[in-house]
């Protein structure tokens, strides 16, 4: 093989394609890279010859990789670390990357360093530039030039065709954001003293022409703790248990990659800011999971708010890729079978809201340990994405990792400085339409968010995350009504004839996943007023840009403060998760709440309204005022029911087998300053929770109730420690632990139970709300598998059917919740599934290609009347503007969109159940029943607000918030994620709600 592709080499390379895709020339046989001939350039041998000793397949290699150039100036891999990179068994810790970057910059003239922010560890993220010296001593100037290119309201037509033709655009490298793909960290270090050093034309070209920014290590906490954990288990004796890598930053795991709606994490907010400050038109983010290189496309469906130029651009940077590494026989380098393009939760979303390219590559794993790879004929079958297959068996090692990701990003860097001008003229016109859709487009025009809503501190936090983001927000300078909208004096508007209305666009809209699409890769729905269960109005009237109105240059307040005179303070319960923060700012202070609707001072209140006997209004109005609440002072208590807001100790379990999902829930306690004591599930064993605790908080953990109580399974005596040490300094900064194996164990599930008899409350979501009734510890309550149920990462409607207990203070009757297939929970009594079912997610013996042809329904949302139920109606297209939608189209058979009416009780054929029967019947282990506060709607067709959904039937009335009382306390049950991720701030009172009502849930009863 290594023979043929040697003769090939000696072949002319034609052209990529007419589409200005350039290719890259090849040497003669014998020949090295292009450029100088071998005896004029200067090779380092040294490191060249451990290139070729460490290679694990001759296959696996370019003429642009298989050696380093030599520098008496600029020091090596090798020379700064000892080792070349691609050498097995080690890794580099990321602040010894960033010492070598740093090194660069001292050595060359043609390399810029700096930090662009700092972790929630305190670690710093950092950036290397590198071009031509002259452009690293005018980066400014570029910077300029790009932002020029980036607002076609204040560029004209010529000055953009005069920038296109002379300035520079800026391709920005990151990787390590999941910290066990170890490889791209490494490999970007010799790919930047590569750019710093060679001689070559192809290299000049791509210094010469683009300005390459790098980023190594985008989770550096994550980084120090996975160099920790290798060689921690690489002193291990064969057979041992290995240490797995936790706690990759202080809150989440591989969802660090989900956080750029949310933008809650520091890695987000650092990488959002310099997107901003540089506008990069390329963001590559380097990943490892398949075999050997996939350069992302997507199966599709691809968002719809992402320009068609971009689109074409995935496609055209792809292609070049998978077509020079085949050229020279590199085996395994694909595209379009792996992600979807859908979500823009992903961090290289930053760059699709801003209408600039972003892309990523998933790569065999760097390692670093040599090892063979066997993948199955799924990854070794020749498709028409992959036309020169993985092979059934091959040698693998961090060289091998090196070689065939630093070939394509080369072979991309090159592509894109060939084509600068392109690139540079589709980012214009991007930005021109953007602001043009706008402008005289199909609308909106602009989106009203009213700054005086209900839930106005919530309101006003969704405008700062937005400006946050790159969106320009104006406020109402007058009252006017555009349509049937009354705008009125200081409500935000958010225009759309601005360059990122990209992210309006794609935040904003309602998303409608067709189930015959390929499965998706992340959530379905994610629409951001429904998340927020804040008002956020389309406007579709064009009118609203000629109205009077001021750009907001800073951070907005809603408005707050208290209002009459009295002793007692009366805050309503309007559900802004600030509220929460008011309560425990003022953990002293005696507040109660109303346990039932009342009127005071002319004025309506909900049940849940913070009622606060002698309050210190000198103490208490300036919190309110910075939080956007308001409060009304009177001479007396209101003649209603109430019951003290007794703040609790609160314990917080952590599972050892997984830290990915519950560190949103922690982020939400942090942010609105609920203090807990953090512990891991092996520690339930040790008793005596009531006497420490009055609530424990057991967030979703992923797998099974009898997962969840083996934990880490034992094998064998020799403990497995998760702590600091001096081989381990970066591991234990969360919490430690002698020996990490066990789990919960049946000890700690009856301690568990026994807290909870004893009068605490228990509060769980997603897989450990599965847990008592898998063990009967709770009565009446079923957990299902529907058949054919598909409902992946959507927000569907939430019907609050219990109004009466201290769950749903401060609710309406229904609101947007965010469901993720399961858990199906099922209480005895209640109204069950529809027997009818419908026909799954498609045939297996067809291809849909066109499965958007037929949208599903969607049920419609009002703000501000949700307390109907709403009736099915088709949506405008995939990404329809927010609001009532009116294109045509029947619903999809079979798609849980048509009403089962939920008159079957019980399970439907073909549903499985766990609990209920199965483990002994209706009535647990001390006769009580359960409480159900949210459900599903009856309808299926009612269901669906944003995202996905097939086969609704079998959620039809099941049960979304439990209140499941055991002896003297309580189990509080979510099927929905109240806290997920950074983007459900609309649900977060749910789980705050029973915090602060802890004992006294059975009020209403």
């Not at 300035?167 to 490889?183: A, D, F, N, V």
């Amino acid at each position: 093989m290594a023979g043929r592709i040697q003769r090939w080499r000696a072949v002319f390379v034609h052209s990529v394609a007419a589409t200005a895709m350039c290719s890259v020339a090849l040497p003669a046989s014998g020949q090295g890279p292009v450029g100088p001939s071998a005896s004029a350039r200067q090779v380092d041998s040294a490191y060249t010859a451990k290139i070729k000793e460490f290679l694990q397949d001759p296959r696996i290699t370019t003429e642009l990789v298989d050696h380093l150039p030599s520098s008496s100036t600029v020091p090596t891999p090798l020379r700064f670390h000892g080792r070349i990179v691609g050498t097995p068994g080690e890794l580099t810790y990321a602040k010894d990357i960033h010492r070598y970057f740093e090194a660069l910059d001292n050595a060359s003239p043609r390399a810029k360093y700096w930090t662009i922010g700092k972790t929630e560890e305190g670690r710093e993220m950092v950036v290397l530039v590198i071009a031509d010296s002259t452009t690293i001593a005018n980066l400014e100037q570029f910077k300029g030039d790009i932002a020029a290119l980036s607002d076609p309201r204040k560029t004209s037509e010529a000055e953009a065709k005069r920038l296109i033709g002379t300035t520079k655009p800026m391709y920005w490298l990151t990787s390590g954001i999941h910290s066990p793909e170890t490889g791209g960290p490494e490999m970007l270090q010799e790919l930047a003293y590569r750019l710093i050093v060679e001689e070559t034309p192809f290299i000049q070209q791509i210094r010469n022409n683009i300005i390459t920014f790098i980023t190594p290590v985008i989770e550096v906490d994550g980084r120090e703790k996975q160099v920790d954990t290798y060689y921690y288990n690489k002193k291990l004796p064969p057979g041992a248990a290995r240490l797995p890598l936790m706690y990759w930053g202080k809150y989440v795991a591989h969802d660090n990659n989900r956080d750029g709606m949310g933008q809650f994490l520091s890695l987000t907010k650092n990488v959002n800011d310099f997107f901003l400050q540089w506008k990069p038109q390329v963001m590559h983010d380097l990943h490892e999971s398949v075999t050997y290189l996939y350069s992302s496309t997507g199966t599709g469906p691809y968002n719809d708010a992402i320009d068609p130029i971009t689109v074409t651009e995935w496609w055209m940077m792809a292609q070049v890729d998978v077509q020079e590494l085949t050229k020279r026989g590199v085996p395994g380098v694909w595209t379009y079978g792996f992600y979807d393009g859908w979500t823009p939760n992903y961090m290289f979303f930053a760059a699709h809201t801003k209408n600039a390219i972003g892309r990523f590559y998933e790569v065999q794993s760097y390692g670093p340990d040599n090892y063979e790879v066997r993948p199955p004929a799924t990854t070794t079958s020749r498709e028409w994405f992959r036309p020169n297959p993985p092979l059934p068996y091959i040698k693998w090692g961090p060289r091998n990792n090196t070689n065939i990701q630093q070939s394509a990003v080369l072979f991309s860097l090159k592509h894109f400085a060939d084509n600068k001008s392109l690139y540079l003229e589709n980012y214009w016109i991007k930005n021109k339409r953007a602001v043009e859709r706008g402008k005289s487009g199909a609308g909106p025009f602009a989106w009203v968010i009213p700054a005086t809503q209900r839930r106005k501190a919530d309101a006003a936090d969704a405008v700062n995350e937005l400006r946050k983001q790159g969106l320009e927000v104006h406020t109402a300078n007058t009252a006017f009504t555009v349509g049937s909208l009354e705008v009125k004096p200081g409500d935000y508007i958010v225009r759309g004839d601005q360059p990122y209305r990209t992210l309006a666009d794609m935040y904003f809209s309602i998303q409608n996943y067709s189930p015959s699409n390929p499965s998706p890769y992340d959530d379905t729905g994610w629409t951001f007023q429904y998340m927020r269960n804040v008002a956020l109005l389309p406007v579709s009237d064009k009118r609203i840009l000629d109205q009077a109105m001021t750009a907001v240059t800073a951070k907005v307040h809603a408005a707050g403060g208290i209002a009459g005179a009295g002793a007692v303070l009366i805050v309503d319960h309007t559900t802004d998760n600030n509220l929460m923060k008011f309560r425990t700012t003022h953990a002293g202070v005696r507040m109660q709440a109303a346990e039932a609707d009342f009127e005071a001072a002319g004025r309506s209140f909900r049940a849940g309204a913070f009622i606060i006997p002698a309050a210190d209004r000198a103490k208490l109005e300036p919190t309110l005022k910075e939080l956007g609440l308001s409060g009304v002072a009177v001479a007396a208590a209101p003649a209603v029911k109430l019951h003290d807001l007794d703040l609790p100790r609160i314990g917080y379990i952590h599972a050892w087998q997984r830290t990915q999902d519950e560190g949103w829930v922690r982020a939400a306690l942090d942010s609105y300053g609920v203090p807990y004591t953090y512990f891991a599930d092996i520690k339930l064993r040790d008793g005596k929770l009531r006497a420490k605790y009055d609530v424990i908080i057991y967030p979703s953990v992923g797998g099974s109730a009898q997962s969840h109580v083996a934990g880490l399974i034992k094998s064998g005596s020799t403990p497995l420690p998760y702590k600091k040490s001096p081989a381990t300094p970066n591991l234990g900064a969360n919490d430690s632990a002698d020996d990490i194996r066990g789990g919960l164990g049946i000890e700690g599930l009856t301690e568990l139970y026994k807290f909870v008899q004893a009068g605490g409350t228990l509060i769980v979501e997603g897989s450990t709300t599965t847990i008592f009734p898998a063990y009967n510890l709770t009565s009446g309550i079923t957990v299902e598998s529907p058949a054919g149920l598909f409902a992946r990462g959507t927000i569907l409607r939430g019907v609050v059917i219990d109004r009466t207990s201290p769950l749903a203070y401060g609710f309406d009757a229904q609101m947007p919740v965010y469901f993720n297939q399961d858990p199906v929970l099922s209480v005895a009594g209640s109204v069950g599934l529809f027997a009818g079912g419908g026909g799954g997610r498609g045939s297996a013996l067809s291809q849909n290609i066109t499965p958007n042809a037929v949208p599903l329904r969607i049920s419609p949302w009002t703000f501000g009347a949700s307390d109907s139920t709403g009736t099915a109606m088709p949506a405008g297209g995939r990404g329809a503007p927010a609001g009532p939608a009116t294109a045509a189209g029947s619903a999809q058979s079979g798609r849980g969109v048509t009403g089962g009416t939920g008159a079957a009780a019980g399970a439907a054929a073909g549903a499985n159940t766990v609990g209920g029967s199965v483990f002994g019947g209706a009535t647990g282990i001390d006769g009580s029943r359960p409480r159900v506060i949210m459900q599903f709607p009856a309808n299926a067709g009612d269901m669906l607000l944003s995202g996905t959904l097939a086969n609704g039937e079998g959620l039809a009335n099941r049960a979304q918030l439990i209140d499941a009382p055991v002896g003297k306390g309580h189990v509080v049950m979510f099927a929905i994620r109240p806290f997920w991720r950074w983007q459900t701030q609309g649900t977060y009172f749910l789980g705050f709600n029973a915090i602060l009502n802890w004992n006294d849930l059975d009020a209403g009863r």
